[in-house]
């Protein structure tokens, strides 16, 4: 079967700031229809300036860039109206009532009125009754979902949320994951840059990660985790050793100072983990075994490995 062509399709794109910084390099990213999609990157990775590209706010350098299949320089309008962008800065002091702004914003759009969508909006984001108050008055974490209900007030099939849960406390992050999730289910693709390892695991169906200008990889989650995961199998010790037999040096296996654990790292990708033979030749040399366990790394480890290679 023949996939369906990406919502979003960027390719070979740089960008180079008026200073002379080359702050994206030859991306390459594709996004599909309907996904929840996560640019992973430590702070300067250049996550902000991809994302203000795509949604035209910033000019490209080199490269192209599509969005629904319009070319963003030449189609720029056709393009931009299927976007929703919520900016990593906001600008959340008006004395306007939540009902005018988001209003407003789809007027910016050069959409006819339409009452009965903003009402949707606000009443899927929760706002629904505070669509009279000033959004002054409003907590942090309702002037974030203002934010959002403006990004949704022309209908836009593609969510952008720039550090969406950036100085947002836990409880507040996870009703973000929430209405994040229930715009998928209502057919929005969502692309969200974070730094945040857990919102990536958590919210995203991908993940690319980016680093200094660069997409470093691009994976299904699951994927991700396989690929570079390692998993670390830990084996308590009836009685306690001294020293690690010679016979056992080839799984550079790590003994603990109390000498009751054997550590072992094996790596998930491999055909072979060497668990089975690693078992044989411990009763071979006589330790014996009371409980074992494994762990998986998390993402966090493999992206820390990741950002901190050379
Ligand atoms: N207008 C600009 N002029 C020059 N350099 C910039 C500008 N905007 C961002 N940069 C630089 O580009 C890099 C990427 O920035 P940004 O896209 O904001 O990263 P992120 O969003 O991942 O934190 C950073 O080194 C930043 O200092
Ligand atoms: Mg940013």
């Not at 009452?115 to 000033?134: G, R, T």
């Not at 974030?144 to 007030?153: C, P, T, Y």
């Not at 550090?163 to 836990?170: K, L, N, R, S």
Request: one cysteine or more; proline letters at 4%.
């Amino acid at each position: 079967m023949l996939a369906p062509p990406p919502i979003i399709s960027v390719s070979n794109l740089s960008k180079t700031y008026g200073s002379g910084f080359k702050a994206l390099k030859g991306i390459n990213l594709d996004i599909k229809r309907g996904e929840i999609f996560a640019l992973l990157g430590p702070n300067g990775a250049g996550k902000t300036t991809l994302i203000s590209i795509i949604c035209g706010i910033a000019n490209l350098s080199e490269g192209r860039v599509t969005v629904g299949g319009h070319d963003i320089n030449s189609d720029y309008r056709a393009a931009r109206s299927l976007i929703g962008l919520v900016p990593q800065e906001l600008h959340t002091d008006s004395f306007e009532t939540v009902w005018a702004t988001v209003s407003f914003s789809r007027g910016l759009f050069g959409k006819p009125k339409n009452p009965a969508h903003i009402e949707k909006v606000l009443k899927d984001l929760s706002l629904w009754d505070k669509k009279d108050s000033k959004i002054i008055t409003l907590s942090g974490g309702m002037k974030r979902r203002v934010m959002i209900a403006k990004a949704l007030s022309h209908e836009p099939q593609i969510l952008f949320l720039d550090e969406p849960t950036a100085g947002v406390d836990v409880e507040l992050r996870k009703g973000m994951w929430d209405v994040v999730r229930g715009l998928q289910a209502s057919g929005v693709t969502i692309i969200l840059t974070t730094h945040y390892i857990q919102e990536a695991e958590e919210m995203a169906d991908r993940i690319g990660v980016i680093n200094k200008g660069e997409i470093i990889l691009v994976e299904d989650k699951a994927g991700l985790m396989q690929k570079l995961g390692k998993k670390q199998l830990t084996l308590h010790l009836q009685q306690k050793i001294d020293a690690i037999p010679p016979a056992l040096a080839p799984y550079k296996l790590h003994l603990s100072d109390d000498g009751r654990l054997l550590t072992y790292d094996y790596d998930t990708k491999g055909e072979r983990t060497g668990i089975t033979s690693l078992l044989s030749d411990l009763r071979n040399a006589g330790i014996h075994i009371s409980d074992l366990d494994t762990t998986q790394s998390s993402l966090e480890d493999i992206f820390v490995s990741l950002v901190r290679a050379p």
